[in-house]
Each structure stands twice: as C-alpha cells, then as structure tokens.
C-alpha cells in the first residue's frame, strides 16, 4: 500500500482522530486548522457506546479516564433547587452510559490528548482555513487562505456542521442538509459557588425554557440556557453579533427562575460564550470523487442524543480502515465507509419531535407531569438499572476489525 498525501479540514476531534489512524499505517497527514492556536476550549462532552471501544483501540483509555469530569449524575431540580429526581452515572464498567457517561470530559482537555497523540507524526497548520479546491483524476489540488496551494490525494472535511467542504460537494439544487429541531441553545462559564457541586442540574421554566449547570472543577460552573422556539426571530440569533445574542437570552430567560439571574449577570463579563441551533445534518453526499465528510460535517447526531463525539471517533475509525483496504481506488473505499456507517448513523440520529415536546414543557402542567414521571423512574432506579443490564454497543451495531491498525485491547 503507498503512502497517501491527506489534508483533514478541522482540527477538532473528529479529524485528529482520523489523523492518528492515518498515520499509524503510514500515510502522510497535514490537518488544518482555521483558529490561530488549538482551539483547546469548549463545553462539556463525553464518549458513549462504541466511542469508548474506539478509543480503546487507540489506546487513549487511561489518559482520557485521568481528565474525566467528576460528575456523579444529574437531577432534575425545581425553584428551590430540590431535586425531583436524580440519575446516578453508571461507573460500573458494565452496560450503557446514562445521562451522565462515565467519560465526560472538557472538549478542550481530549483535543489536547488527541493533539498530543498525533502531533509527531501529523503536520498540524493554524490559522490558515481551505478557501476552494479543484478535484482531478488523481488527485485534489487545495488553495489555503493564506495564498498558498498544494496537491493532495485525499481531502477529508471534519469541519463541523457548518462544513464548506461539504457545501463545495453538494449539488448545486440540493435543498440545505439541515433538519431542524426548533431548539437553540446557550452556554458560557460563570464563577463556581458554595451551591454547586459533582452533579448536573437541569431546572424547566414555563415557555419551554430549560436551564442547566455543571462543575467541571473547583473554580468554575457551565450555565446552558435551551429554549424550544422555531420563530424566524429566534432562527437569525446564532448568526447574530455576540451582544445581541446576549440579550436576546437576558430577555428570555429574565423571570425563568432558579439562578437565572445569576447565570445572566455572569453572561455579561465572561470569555467562553457560545450560541448555536440545535439541528441535525442528513445528506445522501457523503463524499465526492477524493473528498469526504467526516463527523459533524457529514452527519451530526445533534446534542439531545448525546453520541455527536462518538460519532467522531467512530466515523473516524471506519473511514481510516476503509482508507487502508482500498487506498488505491477511494471513491471504493468511500462508498464503503458509507454502507458500514449509516447504520449506526441512522441509529443515532432518532430523537423524536414528542421526546423533544415533553422534555421542554410549555406550561407548569407540563413541568410537573415531567417531575412526576422522572421521580417515580428515578426513585426506582429504573434508569440505572436499564443501563447497567443494556449492551455498550449503540442499536447493536458492531465496530468492525481492521487488521492493517494496531489495536490496543
């Protein structure tokens, strides 16, 4: 097998990922990243089902378990902070995640293990973003921001939802490869307070609101904001300045109760603030002649599942081992990738639109049907169980074995 060029758009955790497979067998690997340092930041994520097995096999399990969040599960808490129901993780080292994985981690912590994992055999480039690219027989010719250009034989999109590699290889009259869900969502850190603590804490207010918090250490506390509205007003904030998206979520959230005020005021002064619409990616294009979409660029699961990072590692896992068994023909080796993945995509990409309904209630009947419920499942340990007796693998789904990696057990 000859040694291919590969560039990877995106250096978050889908592409590192790739790179590392990649790399161990060989190929030469150049992953481009449009922010001027690693973009070591972010929220909370974690690693679920075949994720885990993934990086297993990278041997990474022991590095990653060493920078784990110490989050013991999640309540659901009412105005008062009285939890109506709590759900343990599930640490037994048996079974499925619940809400809480055993592996959650900060983003910017496991992009720093995959950087330090990959970055003395893979040419890491900041600062620079692919601005367009022509595709030949054999191979694809990539102009960079900075005025340069290079030929590479495979270009591999993992640049997020929003990916122009995959807008480049759609259609022209393809309709947007958007499904919306009608949610957005808010996050940001503010100081940690005696009151916080090693659990999750979800509080619903009327009008389909929902706020969050999570300690990820001693100084500091994740605030969420979720807001169930498919308005065109609420549609354009994402895409809004920063301050006006600041106070469209003060305005919203101003009378929700619990500690919004607090989550509000911290809102004002802090440095991690991040707004998004929570929609999933489908498209039938997952590749074009020698490029491919990987992760969030080509199928992101969206948040309410929880697998948008296992989708990364195990998309990752699959496309390097298909790479590997067909580097000659990789229009082959693509499609492959495709009919061996979207099984497990499928799986994951299920949230049902009543699921979504009845976890953001629009009025206080609804909020209190959803106390009700969850406290009687919780005080039943029905979740825990159910996870502990359930498989680790997602919807059945089997990681496939490719003998060309070394695989750590």
Wanted: a neutral charge.
């Amino acid at each position: 097998m000859a040694p291919l060029k590969v560039l990877i758009c995106g250096g978050g955790c889908g592409g590192p990922t790739l790179a590392f497979w990649l790399s161990q067998t060989g190929h030469h690997v150049t992953v481009v990243e449009r922010f001027p340092a690693l973009r070591a930041s972010g929220a909370q994520i974690d690693l679920r089902a075949q994720g885990i097995q993934v990086v297993k096999r990278m041997g990474l399990l022991d590095t990653i378990r060493s920078k784990v969040v110490d989050e013991e599960g999640m309540s659901l808490v009412d105005s008062n902070s009285r939890a109506k129901g709590t759900v343990l993780a599930n640490k037994s080292g048996k079974g499925a995640q619940t809400v809480t994985s055993e592996y959650e981690i900060m983003r910017g912590d496991l992009v720093r293990v995959l950087y330090d994992a990959t970055k003395d055999k893979v040419e890491y480039i900041f600062g620079v973003t692919v601005e367009h690219f022509e595709q030949y027989e054999d191979r694809v010719e990539v102009h960079f921001s900075d005025g340069r250009s290079d030929t590479f034989d495979l270009l591999v999109g993992a640049d997020g939802q929003g990916s122009r590699i995959r807008k480049a290889i759609l259609p022209a009259d393809t309709p947007e490869p958007y499904k919306r869900l009608g949610v957005y969502m808010a996050y940001w850190f503010v100081p940690r307070t005696e009151g916080d603590s090693n659990f999750a804490k979800a509080y619903h207010a009327t009008g389909s609101r929902m706020i969050m918090s999570r300690s990820h250490n001693a100084s500091d506390t994740q605030a969420y904001f979720t807001l169930r509205d498919d308005s065109e007003e609420t549609r354009s904030i994402p895409k809004a300045p920063i301050e006006q998206q600041k106070e469209f979520w003060a305005q919203r959230f101003k009378n929700a109760g619990w500690q919004a005020d607090r989550f509000i005021e911290g809102m004002k002064t802090t440095k991690d603030f991040y707004c998004q619409e929570i929609i999933q990616v489908k498209t039938d294009t997952w590749y074009k002649n020698r490029v491919v979409l990987l992760g969030d660029a080509g199928y992101c699961p969206s948040p309410f599942t929880g697998m948008g990072t296992t989708a990364s590692f195990v998309g990752a896992y699959v496309l390097a081992g298909e790479i590997n068994r067909n580097s000659e023909n990789l229009p082959e080796a693509f499609a492959n990738y495709k009919k061996i993945l979207k099984p497990f995509i499928e799986e994951i990409h299920s949230v049902s639109p009543t699921f979504i309904r009845l976890f953001l209630p629009e009025t206080q009947l609804g909020i209190s049907i959803l106390h009700f419920i969850f406290g009687i499942l919780c005080y039943l340990r029905i979740p825990e169980f159910a996870a502990r007796f359930s498989s680790e693998e997602r919807g059945g789904w089997k990681l496939p074995d490719y003998s060309e990696f070394e695989i750590h057990q």
